[in-house]
């Protein structure tokens, strides 16, 4: 059974902390990951891909790949209450979704 | 382009009728997937189509869906007899490959309700 797992939170932040997000995944054949947002009552969009273990740099968001731990991260800068929303982690071919971890950044 | 368009956006619907969901995958997007999200079990993958075929439907909860792609701007995902168990969003999704690229353009889903 493949498997990407995150923690559901809620996490709370205050506005301009730093927020990070965490998914571990089963198949260690796994090629390339995904996060995606996912506001109350919206489809999921796609925020960020990496494929190679290290940081992928994009604005506020830093995606982190670590093949060794199966671990994925997602950290969000300089946080802003728009970014409250529920972020799902996705891996594997095809993807499977993580249950997603439900952020509130509080202003 | 529009994107990935679904319809309809909500459906109600009494237990025992059945129900077709419609999905328009973008243009040029050669794998089509249907998920489906609840509370309970998240995201989960019910259904993907390579090239208007069916790839893998181990997914599909049980006998009562069945999902068709006729073409490739087209695919339904039908419910009969539909059950209360069946209430959830159903997502369809489109992408250039299955695997790695840009990763799935998502469409609006459907809300369904069975009373």
């Known amino acids: 059974q493949k498997e990407v797992e995150q923690n559901s939170g809620p996490l709370s932040v205050p506005e301009g902390a730093i927020a990070s997000l965490n998914c571990t995944y089963s198949?260690?054949?796994?090629?390339?990951f995904f996060w995606y947002r996912q506001y109350s009552g919206k489809s999921p969009e796609l925020i960020m891909f990496i494929y190679s273990n290290g940081d992928k740099e994009d604005g506020r968001f830093t995606a982190q790949l670590n093949k060794a731990s199966q671990y994925v991260s997602l950290l969000i800068r300089d946080s802003q209450p728009s970014d409250s929303a529920t972020y799902l982690c996705?891996?594997?071919?095809?993807?499977?979704f993580g249950k997603g971890t439900r952020l509130s950044v509080i202003a | 382009d529009a994107g990935v368009i679904q319809s309809p956006r909500h459906e109600v619907t009494e237990m025992g009728q059945e129900v077709t969901l419609r999905c328009k995958p973008i243009s040029g997007h050669d794998y089509l997937f249907w998920y489906r999200q609840t509370m309970m079990r998240g995201l989960e993958l019910l259904i993907y189509f390579n090239n208007n075929v069916p790839i893998d439907d181990s997914g599909m909860p049980e006998d009562r869906f069945s999902a068709k792609m006729p073409n490739a701007s087209f695919s339904t995902l039908k419910i009969q007899p539909s059950e209360p168990r069946d209430s959830a969003v159903y997502f369809c999704?489109?992408?250039?490959?299955?695997?790695?690229?840009?990763?799935?353009?998502f469409g609006s889903g459907t809300r369904l309700t069975v009373v």
């Open positions: 996705a891996g594997n071919t095809p993807l499977v």
């Open positions: 198949d260690r054949g796994s090629q390339s």
């Open positions: 999704a489109s992408s250039l490959v299955s695997a790695g690229g840009e990763g799935y353009t």
